[in-house]
């Protein structure tokens, strides 16, 4: 089976940076993805790691640790406009390829 | 240009009514997918299709059956709907099954059984 966990909700300030961790557990890892989600609307693409490492993209980091089932995104510069949920998603060989989601962590962007 | 569309954007219906969400891409993908995200925001799985192999969520009911009459369209028919089916549903697609290959998300479809 998969396990996906990742913190419900964190808070924190324009201009400051945030981590949000994610710590998963399946049988046939192939790829971890994040998502944003802005309240009422569809997930969005953000970042993708396969490998061991960091990956940037602007303001946005991902990290993975395939020995540890653990990623983080790191947001930098925070804007208001960050405010929203980001999801965690694991890609499972062994469920067809498809994609297992975590909960979600609702992050709030305080001025 | 909308990439993957859905409609309605909107339903509301009676317990026991029976309904269809239609979801259209014109991205030229392989595989579509319909998701459940509920009141907690969970997002869960319910089929995958790619016009090959279908693969259902164990635990999605048989009340929900999906349809594909091309490879550009898979929808979702729900019959006998339950208040526990209230929830936004989405549809994705994504290109093949390379490693890197993201879904991309429809605009959801937002039903409310009463």
């Known amino acids: 089976g998969q396990n996906i966990d990742q913190p419900t909700e964190m808070t924190a300030t324009e201009g400051a940076i945030v981590q949000i961790n994610c710590t998963y557990q399946?049988?046939?890892?192939?790829?971890l993805f994040w998502y944003q989600q802005h309240a009422g609307e569809a997930p969005t693409f953000l970042s993708y790691?396969?490998?061991?490492g960091l990956e940037e993209k602007g303001r946005f980091s991902s990290f993975l640790s395939r020995s540890k089932g653990y990623s983080y995104l790191l947001l930098k510069e925070l804007q208001m406009k960050d405010s929203a949920s980001y999801l965690c998603?694991?890609?499972?060989?062994?469920?067809?390829?498809?994609?297992?989601f975590g909960p979600g962590t609702r992050l709030s962007v305080l001025p | 240009d909308t990439a993957v569309s859905q409609t309605p954007k909107y339903l509301v219906t009676q317990m026991g009514n029976d309904k269809s969400i239609k979801c259209e891409q014109n991205?030229?993908?392989?595989?579509m997918y319909w998701y459940k995200q509920d009141s907690k925001k969970f997002l869960k799985i319910m089929f995958s299709?790619?016009?090959?192999?279908?693969?259902i969520n164990e635990t999605v009911p048989n009340r929900f059956s999906p349809k594909s009459p091309d490879k550009a369209h898979l929808n979702l028919h729900i019959n006998s709907l339950e208040l526990g089916d209230s929830a936004v549903y989405f549809c994705a697609s994504r290109r093949g099954q390379s490693e890197g290959e993201t879904q991309y998300f429809g605009p959801g479809t937002r039903l409310l059984v009463l």
């Open positions: 299709y790619n016009n090959k192999e279908l693969i």
């Open positions: 998603a694991v890609r499972d060989f062994f469920y067809g390829q498809n994609f297992v």
């Open positions: 399946t049988s046939g890892f192939n790829g």
């Open positions: 790691n396969v490998l061991d």
């Open positions: 991205l030229g993908h392989d595989t």
